[in-house]
């Protein structure tokens, strides 16, 4: 993902590895969204587009 390894993501998401700005820049950019919505607290639904809310698949 964007030259992140699963290692690396799956260290930070379970605290074992510190996070950094240009690990939170590389993985906004791979998941095209910003920074501001990786760090907001709460779940995500995978079904919603993060931008505009639109369910995914819908036209």
């Known amino acids: 993902m964007g030259g992140i390894s699963i290692d ?6 379970s605290d074992r590895f ?3 700005a ?3 820049l ?6 095209r969204t910003t920074v501001e919505a990786i ?3 709460g779940p995500r639904s995978a079904e919603r587009c993060p931008h505009c809310g639109a369910r995914r698949g819908s036209p």
């Open 26 to 31: 590389r993985a906004a950019r791979a998941a």
């Open 39 to 41: 760090l907001a607290p």
């Open 8 to 13: 690396t993501l799956s260290g930070v998401a």
């Open 22 to 24: 240009a690990l939170i």
């Open 18 to 20: 510190p996070g950094s």
